[in-house]
């Protein structure tokens, strides 16, 4: 009788959960932030959960935010290297590595309008967002 009412409880919470996913906007969007030092992996990570993601039918846009990233191993829907890249800054102001990417994220703050309109209005409204993030080592 236990595992009878426990499964009846399981129903009604699953039941439950339906109805307030269903009142759910459909512009409602989820994301995950990666973030870690330099080298940690988190494009890796980025790749692999988009893979995964995909293979179980779950729509996923990778957003590449590392305005230093030369290869990662995913289709991004958004890179921030479209707006500003970290070896332009570097040439232009005579910067070091990390200075060049403190001075892009600054430029990616200025100019934030760029990265809302990336993500459009409606475009990618049902997608889960992966958000792949500069790592910065010291």
């Not at 293979?55 to 191993?73: K, T």
């Not at 992966?130 to 790592?135: K, R, T």
Request: net charge negative.
């Amino acid at each position: 009788l236990h595992l009878q009412a426990s499964s009846v409880h399981t129903t009604r919470k699953l039941v439950l959960l339906r109805r307030v996913h269903s009142s759910v906007p459909s512009m409602t969007r989820y994301a995950q932030v990666v973030v870690g030092p330099a080298g940690s992996g988190k494009s890796t990570y980025c790749r692999a959960m988009a893979s995964h993601m995909s293979s179980i039918g779950r729509s996923v846009q990778c957003i590449n935010l590392d305005p230093a990233a030369e290869h990662f191993g995913y289709s991004a829907a958004v890179d921030v290297r479209e707006l500003v890249s970290v070896a332009d800054v570097m040439e232009a102001m005579n910067l070091g590595p990390n200075g060049g990417l403190i001075h892009a994220m600054e430029y990616l703050d200025t100019n934030i309008e760029w990265l809302r309109e990336q993500l459009g209005d409606g475009e990618y409204d049902n997608d889960y967002y992966l958000i792949d993030c500069p790592g910065l080592s010291f």
